[in-house]
């Protein structure tokens, strides 16, 4: 299989499933059967790592490196250095992370919600034509502006699915929301105003003087 | 400008804040008695640091996700721009939607606290459609507050504008006072000679609000979570009240553009 | 007789009201508003209301429905004259991009979006996506695309900065001056001296501090220079026919010049009074700021292109205006402010060139290298950049104390903070609310001069706060040297008497703002010499702006 296939949402997964490490092994650039299978491939290891930084899980458990199939040796070195590095980062959310265990399978969860999410997916997608020909409108993007609007998905995606899975519990209001994901109050608000006009959430109820939020 | 009004939104990126490249200079000692070029430039690393913090801001990525979804195809990124060339005999300039507004005091905490909001965001709060299903709440953490407090943004205004933005004041605590139980409604501000003649005795009437003819100088919060301080002067004496929610009443401005069209065109705006 | 036409600007409260009276009474309304919606459902300013009539407004069911009234929503007035009591106008009308009888409200849409903004509608209270519906009330859609990121529409002329920018950010720097290039033939010159409007309006200053663009700019400019390559700028090989003239090898016109050569004009002459190139930039900016040999680089280039820049030829001396027209198929003129202006107060007159000298031409003779008397206290009169380029450059001349007499505060200088911080840092002593009243002078020479403490009264037109003197309060300092840099003006002497030119009453050319023509055909004018004194990268709009409009012209 080409690594080109492989779907960010099942690294998250596999992940959360308590993988410790995932090294992707792909074929040199110019030698992709598919053509660009592989600088495909790239790019969803990094904003899967870059994701993987923003929410605390060490981003070097998720590597990407080039190696042809006569290359025995240079594979044994790559997967040798690799096994290194994971074994020095111990277990997923131990000392290795930011985000220590149990935390870290929440936050993993949302990561999978966020990469099985069709924005970012499309997104990736356009990367090579957005750098090459250019978006909807003929305007060809740079590597450094074509990052951020990856980094702009990662961000606010993040929070907005962290919101999402809150819900799903049950009712929320936004000072409890806050509470239990550390944003800050007026963040949410907004992201709760967002997602009712997208019609995802809406007002349940008034207990007192607190609105409650259901998911729809 | 539509959609960019205010500062624009940015997004809590890993990378903000961080500040901004400084540029290397000669010592002012090597200055004296030659013309030697003061900068120096930014070396690779730096320009290419400082390059990096760029938002690179777009609006519409031009990805077309929403033409992919939209099952209707009613969009259609081809649909062009219309360019019209019409003649009229007559123009009327009015100041439009812009709802631009001069700048208020830093002192009155707008821009400062997410519970402090303009009077015609409140317009919006308390609008049918707006984004709040109608119901005041504090932008800071969507609780509905006890005590809000109408205050004068502008109290060396003129009489007209502290007549319009009296009625509109007291109209918006009407709103808010019959959208909201066991709600306190205080608008201070100077009070015009005409709101007295014309409105007093019916704004008396409503039960809830309380006027108070005074000159609103601060707001501040002493603690994260805690209410809002109001300070403001009545008949010469500072005094000090909590609230939960702060509508700032403010002054409609011109934009430059329809200014420069109402000197082109010698007349004035409606 | 034919109803009345009458174009509403701005469908608020105000201009849906304005329309009904009108339709009303007969005429043919048409509204333009920026939004893509009407905004009229708001709570009246002008009576109490009853909690269910608020937003509740009858007249914008009425315009919705009249015969009478188009309504041009998400419209710019692009364009607008009045010619015998008719006011013609050219409307934008953006595109929604979205075909709205097709739109069944699923909002599909603005689940993917993945752009969120304020939504203006709401005040900023809430959030809408880059496709949206602007007004609840009537749920029409549309996609905000913005022309061009706030940086760009700044700058005067548009550079491409989000992508020069993100060049440099990947590494390819060349790439990178090749955008700039494009609009811009002096990205050394104007990187190290443009007060940069874009980071004035950069988007990250509100979380942080600006992207600092201008001096990025400069850097790849310098790449270049350093890795010693030397780049062409190349024209087509088809060239136009056409003998055209540009008077001044400023900014203005050597960006003209560069935007012609691109074009395939292959006849075009600059005329330049000076022995060197870069107008102000040369001779106004000092070398510790722009060393010439930058300048000289982008001159040459421009040079290479076919250009051809006569030197030491001054319109008006050497050459008649009338002769250079008639010689020319098209003029531009790109003279710049060359003429500092003076103080007025008794006592200037008699001492000029005796120890008082206007900033132009203190500047002017540094940057040409003529001796000047450097001795004992230098006073430089004024708030503004060319002030503090005088008293910076006087310190460096080796003055033994260097003043600046401002009549206001810090807080209304003009100039540059940046570059009023590092007078202050290099040892200029600057002197607020104070002003000149009287040059004073022995044996032929200026010894000092009376002042007189001011301070501030009401605002005036400008906004800042009027000085006024203090009576009584005059004092004298002593001073060998004298600089007036309180503004400039244009040199129009060029002309010939009984010229036909519309001038302004600041003496500057008045001209058409989209093609930079003057009233007189076949003649262009841009830079200082229409704008009075300003910053370089307007006149390099200009020039870009004339090069089109010459193009144009001679093309017609």
């Known amino acids: 299989m080409c690594t080109g296939r492989i779907d960010p949402s099942i690294v998250a997964k596999a992940f959360k499933n308590r993988l410790d490490g995932l090294l992707v092994v792909g074929c040199y650039f110019g030698d992709c059967h598919y053509i660009s299978g592989n600088v495909q491939a790239k790019a969803k290891m990094d904003m899967t790592r870059k994701l993987f930084k923003h929410i605390g899980v060490n981003e070097d458990r998720l590597a990407f490196r080039h190696c042809s199939s006569g290359e025995a040796s240079v594979f044994v070195e790559i997967v040798n250095e690799f096994a290194d590095k994971i074994r020095s980062l111990g277990p997923l959310g131990g000392e290795g992370d930011r985000i220590k265990s149990p935390e870290i399978f929440k936050k993993l ?11 970012i997916r499309w997104i990736i997608g356009k990367r090579t034509p957005f750098l090459d020909s250019g978006n909807k409108y003929g305007e060809v993007f740079t590597e450094h502006e074509f990052n951020r609007a990856i980094d702009m998905i990662i961000v606010e995606e993040i929070e907005t699915q962290e919101i999402l899975c ?6 929320q209001s936004v000072k409890g929301l806050a509470k239990a994901l550390a944003i800050p109050s007026e963040r949410i608000f907004r992201y709760i105003m967002a997602l009712k006009r997208k019609e995802m959430v809406a007002l349940e109820k008034v207990s007192g003087r607190t609105p409650f939020f259901v998911s729809l | 400008m539509i959609y960019e009004k205010e500062k624009r939104y940015i997004i809590a990126f890993d990378d903000v804040p961080s500040p901004r490249a400084e540029m290397p200079e000669i010592s002012v000692d090597d200055r004296r008695g030659n013309f030697v070029e003061v900068e120096t430039g930014f070396p690779e690393a730096l320009a290419v640091q400082e390059a990096k913090r760029c938002l690179s801001c777009r609006r519409c990525l031009g990805c077309a996700l929403c033409w992919a979804e939209c099952k209707p195809e009613a969009i259609d990124f081809d649909i062009p721009d219309e360019e019209l060339d019409l003649e009229f005999d007559e123009v009327i300039i009015t100041k439009g939607q812009d709802n631009a507004f001069h700048p208020l005091k830093p002192e009155l905490g707008y821009g400062s606290y997410a519970d402090i909001i303009t009077d015609l965001q409140f317009e919006r709060m308390l609008s049918p459609t707006g984004p709040t299903d109608g119901i005041v709440v504090s932008p800071k953490d969507s609780e509905i507050p006890r005590r809000v407090a109408i205050i004068q943004g502008h109290p060396e205004g003129d009489e007209n504008h502290l007549l319009s933005s009296l009625i509109l004041g007291v109209n918006e605590s009407i709103l808010a006072l019959e959208k909201t139980g066991e709600l306190n409604v205080v608008l201070v501000s100077p009070i015009s000679q005409s709101f007295k003649e014309q409105f007093f005795s019916d704004v008396e009437k409503i039960s809830g609000l309380q006027i108070v003819e005074g000159v609103p100088e601060s707001v501040v919060k002493k603690q994260d979570g805690e209410s809002l301080t109001l300070t403001y002067s009545e008949d010469g004496q500072s005094k000090q009240e ?7 009443l403010t002054k409609p401005k011109i934009s430059p553009e329809i200014k420069l069209l109402s000197q082109k065109l010698d007349q004035g705006i409606l | 007789m034919e109803d009345k036409r009458v174009l509403i600007v701005g ?6 009201r304005s329309a009904v009276e009108k339709a009303e009474a007969g005429a043919q309304v048409t509204i333009v ?10 709570i009246p300013r002008d009576r109490l209301i009853k909690p269910d009539d608020a937003f509740v407004n009858p007249e914008l069911d009425k315009v919705r429905n009249h015969s009478n009234i188009d309504i041009l929503t998400y419209s710019d007035l692009k364009k607008v004259t009045k010619e015998n009591g008719t006011v013609k106008t050219k409307i934008l009308k953006h595109s929604l991009r979205v075909d709205n009888t097709k739109c069944n409200d699923c909002k599909a849409c603005i689940k993917v979006c993945p752009v969120n903004m304020l939504d203006d509608f709401d005040e900023g209270l809430g959030f809408r996506t880059a496709v949206d519906y602007c007004n609840p009330n009537t749920d029409e859609y549309n996609i905000y695309k913005e022309d061009m990121p706030v940086c760009q529409r700044t700058c005067p002329v548009n550079l491409d900065i989000r992508s020069y920018v993100g060049l440099i950010a990947d590494g390819k720097y060349l790439d990178s001056l090749a955008i700039i290039r494009d609009r811009l033939p002096l990205p050394g010159s104007i990187g190290r001296v443009c007060p940069h409007p874009c980071e004035t309006a950069c988007n990250r200053q509100y979380p942080d501090e600006p992207i600092s663009i201008c001096f990025l700019k400069r850097f790849v400019a310098d790449v270049e220079i350093d890795e010693k390559i030397e780049p062409v700028y190349e024209t087509p090989s088809k060239k136009l026919s056409g003998k055209i003239a540009i008077i001044g090898a400023g900014p203005a016109g050597l960006s003209c010049a560069y935007d012609l050569a691109r074009l395939g004009y292959d006849n075009i002459t600059i005329f330049e009074a000076l022995p060197v190139p870069g107008g102000y930039l040369w001779v106004g900016i000092p070398e510790y700021r722009l060393p010439k040999k930058i300048i000289q680089r982008e001159v040459d280039l421009i040079v290479n292109m076919g250009v051809e820049i006569k030197y030491n030829t001054r319109i008006g001396q050497d050459i008649s205006f009338e002769g250079l027209r008639n010689d020319h198929d098209a003029v531009f003129i790109g003279a710049g402010c060359h003429q500092g202006l003076k103080l007025r107060v008794p006592g200037e007159d008699e001492y000029e060139g005796k120890g008082i000298v206007d900033c132009v031409t203190f500047l002017r003779e540094q940057a040409l290298g003529k001796q ?11 708030g503004g950049n060319a002030a503090i380029d005088s008293a910076r450059v006087g310190w460096r001349m080796g003055f033994d ?6 009549r206001r505060t810090k807080k209304e200088m003009p100039a540059n903070s940046w570059e009023i911080e590092a007078a202050e840092h290099e040892g200029v002593i600057l002197q607020y609310l104070a002003a000149p009243i009287e040059i004073l002078g022995k044996n032929g020479m200026v010894t000092g001069m009376k002042c007189i403490r001011m301070e501030l009264g009401e605002p005036d037109a400008s906004g800042r706060r009027r000085p006024v003197p203090i009576e009584g309060s005059e004092y004298v ?19 010939s008497e009984g010229h036909d030119f519309n001038l302004s009453r600041w003496n500057t050319f008045e001209i058409d703002e989209e093609t930079g023509a003057t009233n007189v055909p076949g003649v262009f004018a841009g830079g200082d010499v229409v704008t009075g004194p300003d910053i370089a990268i307007r006149a390099v709009a200009a020039g870009n702006r004339a090069a089109l409009g010459i193009h144009e012209y001679l093309r017609s």
């Open chain 2, 242 to 248: 909590a609230f939960d929610l702060i509508v700032v």
């Open chain 3, 401 to 406: 104390e260097v003043y600046i007499l401002y």
């Open chain 3, 11 to 16: 469908g608020g409260l105000e201009g849906v």
């Open chain 1, 109 to 119: 969860e949302v990561a999978e919600a966020v990469l099985a999410g069709e924005k």
């Open chain 3, 477 to 495: 300092i002593d001073a060998e040297t004298i600089v007036p840099a309180i503004s400039q003006g244009a040199d129009l002497s060029f002309l």
């Open chain 3, 33 to 42: 508003e920026k939004f893509p919606a009407l905004g009229a459902e708001r």
């Open chain 1, 166 to 171: 809150k819900l799903r519990e049950g009712a």
């Open chain 3, 372 to 382: 000047m008397e450097v001795k004992g206290k230098l006073i430089v009169i004024g």
